[in-house]
């Protein structure tokens, strides 16, 4: 069985998209902000996708996505990468990843250039389900689990009203656990910091102490101001304080976890083994959350998981999607997933509810990967991307 063929296409939403208010969800624009605009999540958002399909002479064909900057993205795939695979045996998954690595050293490494290879690593993997018949899975390790618990994640900055509501109803539907978002950082002073604590404080009310709370400041925060927040969140024991500084402060997220108060979760915006070495050796983080279609598909995330667990440090990726859901259930180091609930678009997290079939939808808090569906699991919606700008 040989490649003989790549396409990477963007698509663009081009429907209706729900404006986000400010102090929505904090992120790292919130430093600058008051030299620009008050509304920093719009640089954020995930309006545009890549859909990479890999095709073979044997008719199998693989499907990967990437959610970064995905018209560049295309660009290092048909420039650079997209030459490497043609021709070659698509079995070769620890070959042609480092061929795609060490081509693209000089500029890759990191951010776009691994993102480029990560979706075109998930595509190989899902032609080599397909190939032996088997779910990805089962190439991985196998079940470790009946189903995988999964945490609802949303809880946005929105009225307190309608973040208790919204946090009631994950609980009704059996979520054991569910993520908010803060909406106020070291730019909104003490004032800021009260309405977070509220943000909480609401979401704890709503559920009660027999599920399980995080909290995201996504970049949005630094260690002072991580500092001397963390003792006021501690009476509502959180799971874990995610990404509470950015993702170069390795020696920030250090200290923060010295400090033992909360649990420190991160490793979304890093990449590769050599970067979660560096985290691990750090002493950085009690969670490892890496996004396989940003940390080099799953050839690398098998890795990362593996040097985790020697660490007794559990894995619990970032965002849902298939690729990370079959890491899950091959790992025991993996207790749950994340999982983007659908929704109208809005950050753009959920617009892979409207690119492809084949996403699981939770039952009482878990879902299940089918054992008799080859692959990934994943087909393109191609009636769905009439709603898309496409560039081919």
């Not at 919204?166 to 609980?171: C, D, G, I, L, V």
Request: proline share 6%; net charge neutral; glycine share 8%.
């Amino acid at each position: 069985m040989k490649i003989k063929e790549i396409r990477a296409r963007v698509i663009e939403w081009r429907g209706k998209t729900v404006p986000l208010p400010a102090h929505f969800c904090t992120n790292p624009m919130d430093a600058v902000s008051p030299m620009l605009t008050g509304a920093t999540m719009g640089a954020f958002t995930f309006h545009s996708w890549l859909i990479v399909e890999i095709f073979t002479d044997s008719g199998l064909t693989g499907i990967g996505n990437a959610a970064l900057s995905p018209r560049i993205t295309k660009q290092v795939i048909d420039l650079y990468l997209k030459p490497l695979l043609l021709g070659a045996d698509p079995w070769d998954t620890e070959f042609l990843w480092q061929h795609m690595y060490r081509k693209t050293m000089a500029f890759g490494r990191k951010g776009i250039g691994m993102a480029a290879i990560s979706a075109l690593d998930i595509a190989l993997w899902d032609i080599l389900g397909k190939s032996a018949r088997q779910p990805v899975y089962r190439l991985l390790g196998g079940r470790t689990k009946p189903r995988i618990p999964v945490y609802a994640s949303r809880l946005y900055s929105t009225p307190l009203d309608e973040l208790a509501r919204e946090a009631k109803q994950y609980k009704d539907e059996g979520y054991q656990a569910m993520k908010l978002r803060f909406g106020w950082g070291p730019a909104d002073g003490a004032a800021g910091m009260q309405k977070n604590i509220a943000l909480v404080r609401t979401v704890r009310q709503a559920v009660g102490d027999g599920v399980d709370i995080m909290a995201d400041a996504y970049m949005g925060w630094n260690l002072d101001y991580a500092k001397r927040i963390i003792p006021l969140l501690e009476p509502f024991h959180l799971r874990w304080l995610e990404e509470p500084v950015i993702p170069d402060d390795i020696h920030g997220y250090a200290e923060l976890r010295r400090f033992g108060r909360i649990p420190i979760a991160g490793g979304e915006h890093e990449h590769t083994l050599f970067g979660f070495r560096e985290l691990i050796e750090a002493r950085a983080v009690d969670y490892i959350q890496f996004d396989t279609s940003r940390v080099g598909g799953l050839t690398q995330a098998r890795k990362i998981a593996a040097l985790a667990e020697a660490h007794s440090i559990p894995v619990i990726p970032h965002a849902g999607q298939m690729h990370n859901y079959h890491l899950v259930m091959a790992s025991l180091n993996s207790p749950m997933a994340e999982y983007f609930p659908p929704v109208d678009v809005e950050v753009g997290n959920e617009l892979f509810w409207y690119c492809f079939n084949g996403e699981p939808a939770p039952k009482d808090g878990c879902i299940d990967l089918d054992e008799n569906t080859p692959g990934l699991g994943l087909t393109v919606n191609e009636e769905k991307l009439k709603s898309f700008k496409v560039i081919e």
